[in-house]
């Protein structure tokens, strides 16, 4: 299996643009986690994903914020309209059983809002 | 907040010393991970333990969950083992990562 693969790498937008960020979890998972990353607040988890139901979304930082998951190889955050404060690296996360087992992380996107 | 803490912040070693880098926690957590992640940006899970010890290769993680605190130990450390490492658990609790360099 190809791993957790997370699309774009690098994304640079201009403030109050609306940005997309991808992932495919490993096939067969049944839970995915998206995380947040910076260097002032660490790794931050943003929203949990089993069965493809939004199970936490209480990491979500504001309404700017919302993800998806339409099946379970498939999710997408969206962040609209984007600020310079939410410049990171955004992390997916994919995992077989729910949320207290072993995560397999993608590479990360880098995002920069300028 | 941060209900994780990690110590050292920073550990700097000579190949082939033996690491320990410990994580204490103040809620409770079902299971612990630890995380490791290369100079590149990519994350790697190592363990998620929710007693006792697991080992894998040269790392080795213990748990005292009547403690909540948590160790990583690395044997015959090597420079390419230079990380950063996080321990943390579900939901918001991340601890802000042990930078460790190790020197040839």
């Known amino acids: 299996d190809a791993g957790v693969i997370q699309s774009p790498r690098h994304e640079v937008t201009e403030m109050g643009q609306e940005v997309t960020l991808r992932c495919k979890p490993i096939?067969?998972?049944?839970?995915l986690f998206w995380y947040r990353q910076t260097m002032m607040r660490g790794l931050e988890l943003l929203i949990y994903?089993?069965?493809?139901?939004?199970?936490?979304d209480s990491g979500m930082p504001e309404d700017r914020f919302s993800a998806k998951m339409p099946n379970a190889s498939f999710s997408t955050l969206k962040i609209q309209p984007s600020e310079p404060r939410d410049s990171a690296v955004y992390f997916c996360?994919?995992?077989?059983?729910?949320?207290?087992?072993?995560?397999?992380f993608g590479q990360g996107t880098r995002l920069t809002v300028v | 907040k941060n209900e994780v803490e990690q110590s050292p912040q920073n550990l700097t070693a000579q190949e082939g010393e033996f690491i320990t880098i410990n994580c204490s926690y103040s809620v409770g957590i079902s299971a612990l991970h630890w995380l490791q992640q290369h100079p590149g940006g990519g994350i790697v899970s190592l363990f998620m333990l929710s007693s006792g010890k697991k080992k894998h290769g040269r790392l080795i993680a213990t748990i005292n969950i009547q403690e909540k605190h948590s160790s990583l130990h690395i044997t015959a450390s090597h420079p390419r083992d230079s990380a950063v490492y996080i321990c943390?658990?579900?939901?918001?609790?991340w601890g802000a990562g042990t930078k460790l360099i190790i020197k040839p």
């Open positions: 996360a994919s995992s077989l059983g729910r949320r207290y087992t072993e995560a397999f």
């Open positions: 096939s067969g998972h049944n839970s």
């Open positions: 994903f089993n069965n493809n139901v939004p199970i936490d």
């Open positions: 943390g658990g579900y939901q918001l609790i």
